[in-house]
């Protein structure tokens, strides 16, 4: 027992709850804002233990060590632990095989995909990195948490240097049918090196089917459906399904905040319109903005009666700058925002006001308060946090989610307007009809949507990955009774 309790985190990621930034008294850590840090950063807090991950910036040099840093700076509870990339790694790793293969192939973007043997050499040899980092920190008894596509190999590299450590792998993206993930020439050393975990976890059922059924397809290894499990090398991997939540209290306390409400109050004002509608994601091709924009330009266009008394707030977060189709797709945007407005927009009025930059958190939720209705609609998307964020962030029960079928929360939000992203003509409808709609029935929408993410929380999330991994020290088959997946 007091091995447990002194157990650690050994936490791994691409990137983690700072970014690393020179300044003239030296190298600063900057806290960063990302579901995966509002998740699993308390648990860190309140454990001890180590973020392992790429601090953001190019490493001065190609043997550089990592900087080790206590954290948060003024009351350290944790510490970071910096993998250095470098220029070239970042390019082919992280710009190059997670993001132009990877990242495309599980949002079923085949087109996108491009698959370079340089690149995922590059991809081996950084995962080989984060693994080597891990295991300089794990001692008996701690759990090793990787995150996500980017590393998809660690496991299998910790689990042949160290066989009796324990790891947890969530995959925070959607997991592709097994007939798409084979296009890509190393599908094999990616599962292979996923099942190095002891217990994988999914957003979603039908991410971890599609997992089970590609080591069945491609592996030919022996897969326990009915119990979510894989038999592999003489161990038993556990695939769990469970979407992550969010911290709904305090988006509730946020959103009671005078300071908030009064925020709220100005933008209403700022906007001068009779409607709200806002849409807060990535600037990234599987977010949908432009189709969501063609659709808002079509809503307009059929619905004369709503120009003049209604706007989007279009807030796209820079992403991934350094690669050539996110600049091509902000250009896009632009202009298609820019038509809408010389379209529809007169006087001081525009239809769409577009923001190429991040929002804090504490501003975001005045914007949550401020916008009657939410459009969240990704063409494919593994969860989404952020129509969650919206529904905890509506104080007085009023409020009207549009999200997309394809979005992983579609499958808990069942007070949402669902809309297919790729039928413009049907989301213009529905846009007309979320504006519309009274408020007895956003209020009972709400309801719905509310409770089911006040229960399913950020709390709920981690007590699904605690129970995972002490039902994987008793005995793997009793997991999927541990979990409730």
């Known amino acids: 027992m007091a091995k447990k309790q002194t157990a650690k985190i050994i936490m791994v990621s691409n990137r983690g709850a700072y970014n690393l930034q020179a300044t003239e008294s030296g190298i600063r850590p900057v806290p960063a804002i990302s579901g995966l840090v509002s998740a699993v950063e308390p648990l860190l807090k309140e454990k001890g233990g180590v973020w392992i991950a790429w601090g953001g910036r190019e490493a001065p040099r190609k043997n550089a060590t990592g900087l080790r840093l206590p954290v948060p700076q003024d009351d350290p509870l944790y510490s970071f632990q910096e993998v250095p990339l470098t220029a070239e790694e970042i390019e082919l790793y992280y710009n190059g095989f997670s993001n132009g293969a990877l990242w495309p192939l599980c949002h079923y973007f085949l087109e ?62 959607p997991f592709p049918h097994h007939d798409l993930l084979s296009t890509l020439p190393w599908a094999s050393h990616i599962l292979r090196g996923l099942l190095g975990t002891d217990v994988l976890g999914f957003h979603l059922q039908s991410y971890a089917d599609n997992f089970l059924n590609a080591v069945a397809s491609l592996l030919d290894a022996e897969v326990d459906f009915e119990h979510n499990t894989v038999y592999w090398q003489q161990r038993c991997i556990y695939v769990g399904a469970w979407p992550m939540g969010i911290d709904y209290h305090n988006f509730r306390r946020r959103a009671m905040d005078p300071a908030t409400v009064s925020r709220a109050m100005a933008l209403r004002s700022q906007f001068n319109v009779e409607r709200l509608a806002l849409s807060v994601e990535r600037l990234d091709y599987t977010k949908g903005i432009v189709e969501k924009l063609l659709a808002w330009e079509r809503f307009l266009d059929k619905s004369p009666k709503w120009r003049g008394r209604t706007s989007l707030i279009q807030i796209a977060v820079p992403s991934r700058t350094a690669v050539p189709a996110y600049r091509l797709l902000k250009e896009e945007v632009e202009a298609v925002v820019q038509r809408i407005n010389h379209r529809f927009g007169q006087g001081s009025y525009r239809p769409v006001h577009f923001f190429w930059q991040g929002i804090p958190r504490q501003e975001l939720v005045s914007y949550y308060l401020a916008a009657d209705v939410m459009l969240v609609t990704p063409l494919r998307d593994g969860l989404n946090l952020v129509a969650k964020e919206y529904v905890a962030s509506r104080r007085d029960g009023s409020g009207v989610l549009v999200l997309s079928r394809f979005a992983g929360a579609a499958q808990e939000l069942k007070g949402a307007v669902l809309v297919n992203p790729y039928d413009l003509d049907g989301m213009a409808a529905l846009f007309t009809r979320a504006l519309n709609m009274d408020r007895e029935e956003q209020e009972k929408r709400m309801r719905l949507m509310q409770e089911r993410v006040r229960r399913y929380d950020i709390r709920w999330w981690l007590g699904c990955f605690y129970q995972a991994m002490m039902a994987a020290e008793r005995e793997i088959s009793h997991v999927s009774e541990s979990t409730g997946s």
């Open 112 to 173: 996108k995909c491009s698959y370079k043997a340089a690149e995922w050499e590059t991809y081996v040899k950084v995962n080989n990195k984060f693994a080597e980092a891990a295991l300089l920190e794990t001692t008996e008894g701690d759990v090793v948490w990787v995150n996500d596509y980017h590393l998809a190999l660690v496991p299998s590299i910790i689990r042949n240097r160290q066989p009796k450590a324990k790891q947890f792998f969530f995959w925070h993206i």
